[in-house]
């Protein structure tokens, strides 16, 4: 929840970080006494990498973009307008562009014909928000795209560095969740599945008198993991 949330207020971006944080080494702890498997603490752990490497990618995108206000400041400078008349050009073009849209993370409460209100549905900001993980990214793939004062190919260093580390940032996030997915699938789904499939192989095999079994592949995988995480990655250090 924080990690979402810090997409949109980066104020909390250090609370997730230093939430993950507090959880690898719990986790740690608990894998060292034998109370979990190793590959639990494992993807602890990789939850913390990914929240680092996000911050680390968001601070250079926000060094992109102020990268990239300088290099339009001094564009339009070189073009023979004052250093004061260029700022203010860039800072309204890049105002202008950011402005299109409502405040980041706003909900926007739709009235019915009764007054009521209707279910709120997150603005299309909140949308590219989510899509490029966090609201300095977001900006700054509007600005590039949208903003054209004093725009140049002396923008292209800051465009590719404000680009590169969204697209890290991006992986990392997909990397974690990926691998909490994998675990959840193995862990939880995969026996609801296989209990849907044995209720169906019984009315199946009750109704037409047959043997007919569709979940052993998934018996067999989940016990396989099954025993690969409890039997061969959970063991006590010292023990």
């Not at 899509?131 to 465009?159: E, M, P, T, Y």
């Not at 590719?160 to 580390?165: I, K, N, W």
Request: no cysteine.
């Amino acid at each position: 929840m924080l990690a979402v949330a810090s997409f949109f207020f980066p104020v909390l971006a250090p609370f997730a970080l230093a939430a993950a944080g507090l959880t690898a080494g719990l986790s740690w702890l608990l894998a060292a006494s034998g109370e979990i498997s190793w590959v639990d603490f494992g993807l602890d752990v990789l939850a913390l990498a990914t929240f680092g490497v996000g911050a680390i990618a968001g601070s250079l995108v926000r060094s992109a973009t102020q990268a990239l206000r300088m290099t339009r400041i001094g564009t339009l400078a070189s073009r023979g307008h004052s250093i004061a008349e260029s700022s203010r050009r860039v800072s309204l073009s890049f105002k202008g562009v950011l402005n299109q849209t409502t405040r980041p993370g706003t909900m926007i409460p739709k009235v019915t014909w009764n007054g009521s209100f209707s279910r709120p549905k997150i603005s299309g900001w909140g949308v590219e928000v989510l899509k490029s993980k966090g609201v300095d990214n977001a900006q700054f793939l509007r600005l590039i795209a949208g903003s054209k004062a004093g725009a140049s190919s002396a923008d292209n260093l800051a465009s590719l560095t404000g680009q590169v580390s969204i697209e890290v940032a991006k992986i990392s996030g997909t990397v974690n969740t990926v691998g909490h997915q994998l675990n959840n699938a193995f862990e939880s789904y995969l026996p609801k599945v296989d209990a849907a499939l044995e209720a169906l192989d019984s009315g199946v095999n009750g109704l037409f008198g047959t043997e007919f079994s569709t979940g052993d592949w998934l018996d067999s995988s989940y016990d396989w993991y099954q025993d690969f995480k409890h039997e061969h990655a959970t063991w006590k250090v010292g023990g």
